[in-house]
């Protein structure tokens, strides 16, 4: 026995690891799929219902408009966070990683807001935005430009691009940093030898910078797809849980919780756990898609010089 | 003579091209950076303002810096305890996450067993997928320990969150280390636990920065476990306490201000004084993931 514990050493030092890592994410996130192929009488399981929780979110007359609707706004989340990240992100990194004065101090300086939480962004942005008195709306009256003031996150219109550019304010810095991590990581010989050849700075980033730099992108890109797939915080705290106004927010995870958890704001009946889970397992299912796409894309694109 | 202007022109153009072109980049720079400070520096300003202050002199200085906004928020608003929750959780699922991810990643960078690769890429696959999917019968798994509305509820999800990325990590770290001092470790009669505490920590001490700040951030700023596991006034932390407040004090905006300044201060301090090591644990944790 103490021989073979001798020689089985590493189940004692994996023990306590898988333990925590198996009951407290891998058992909860296998049981989210399990839990959606089964009818839900609160918090007591019924019997197995194939589908039906899937057709509900997708078809039902109660869900379908919601779930595709926060699917819609999760999409634009993400396309305009990404759009404004591969262009001015990319292009400040480039600025930044460059040898000039000052260069980590607006570095530093871009980064602030992503130390700061969800909930302070989110009230901050708030106050700021008010129509009425908020510091925003104040300045612009202040120089004369009381015609640019508008609800912002009160009408539908702009709701949701504006929660979307808050939520963007906050996050840049992260971006920009792993972004600037690839520049710095490509050998200096690289430039050199196109300077050699004659190259000019443009051609320079589109044939030399720009491919080497393609996994970094695809790797931020990965994680800006997950998390805003995963958005929940910034529209819970500025728009309520059900994406005020009248839905115009409303997004997968907001959907989720208030069919898991009730509408804080109507306080509806809670717990439609199968149904809740349904939709949990389809933002796996778009999360895990996406992903599995985005890193095949990476080696694909992976270039060796 | 003619064959020197000829020259210096240019060189002269190119050059003024040059300023032109470093000038409107410094300018778009600062133009930005006043995009991500104003709302901060406002921020700080407007906590030291009264109601009335706010509203008729919104830009300028407070009248006075007098901290009594804050003394009232730490006591009457209950940040005391919001801050000491916060820094409990945060520490204790730090303190188990470092221990038993160290542990695992040990066992995986230096042991040859069947399965080995097979359990580094169960870890691996946590990486791409939010526990926050399986928060359903996570929140019936707390509810059936009892653990609902206690501080046992997030750390022990925020730790097993964390494994994925620590272990990652901190496996790559390990397999960098030559087999070497181990070795010479077990001849001088060291056991493995003994290799590992004694050579390996020291060794691994900046992956275990990196491991730390990765997740410090995310777990200190967390609003939604709190929001779904706890209940009590007593064992809530800070964004969660932070928003009941904003409820409560939606008219007493110098009280919401202090709040806000309270609560994102320890990180931004942290950030400023440390922003090097927070900088570089952040994207090689990103660029390794």
Known sequence: MNKWLKNHIYLLFLLPGLLLYGAFMVYP???????????????????????????TVLT?????????????????????????QTTIGLYLAVKLSRKRPGMEFFQTVYFTP????????????????NPTWGALTQGLRMVGLSGWVHPWLGQKSTALITVILVNFWRWIGFPILVFKAGLMGIPVEMNEAAIVDGANRAQ????????????????????????????????FVMQGSSGNPHYA??????????????DSTTGGAAGEIGIASAIAVLMFIIIGVASYFGIKQMQKKEVVY | MIDQTLLAKPDEGQRRRKNASAFFLYAFLIF?????????????????????????????????????????????????????????VTLISLALLLFTSTLSAYALARFKFRLNNFLFMLFLAGIMIPIRLGILPLFILMNELGLLDSRWSLILTYAASGMPMSVFILTGFLKTIPLELSEAAKVDGCSEFGILYRIMLPLIRPALATVTIVNFVPWWNDFFFPLLF?????LKTIPLGMSIFFGQYTTDWGMLFAGMVMASLPLLLLYIFMSKQFISGLTSGAVKG
């Open chain 1, 60 to 84: 039902g007359v109660a869900y379908k408009e919601r779930f595709w609707g926060a699917f819609l706004h999760n999409c634009l989340f993400f396309i305009i966070t990404f759009g404004l």
């Open chain 1, 114 to 129: 992503y130390t700061l939480s969800m909930v302070v962004v989110g009230y901050l942005w708030l106050q700021l935005l």
């Open chain 2, 230 to 234: 706890i209940k009590s006034e007593k």
């Open chain 2, 32 to 88: 930005l950076a006043l995009i991500f400070i104003c709302p901060l520096i406002l921020l700080i300003l407007t906590a030291f303002k009264s109601t009335r202050e706010i509203f008729m002199n919104p830009f300028g200085l407070p009248a006075s810096w007098s901290f009594k906004t804050f003394v009232r928020v730490w006591q009457k608003a209950h940040f005391n305890i919001y801050f000491f929750n916060s820094i409990l």
């Open chain 1, 204 to 235: 320079i980033f589109r044939y030399v910078t720009l491919p080497l730099l393609i996994p970094t992108i695809t790797m931020v890109t990965i994680l800006t797809f997950i998390w805003d797939f995963n958005a929940f915080d910034l529209v």
């Open chain 1, 249 to 262: 927010t409303d997004l997968l995870a907001t959907l989720f919780y208030r069919t898991a958890f009730g």
């Open chain 1, 29 to 55: 996130l296998l049981s989210a799929l399990v839990y959606s192929l089964f009818s839900w009488d609160g918090l007591v399981r019924g019997g197995f219902s194939g589908l039906a929780n899937f057709k």
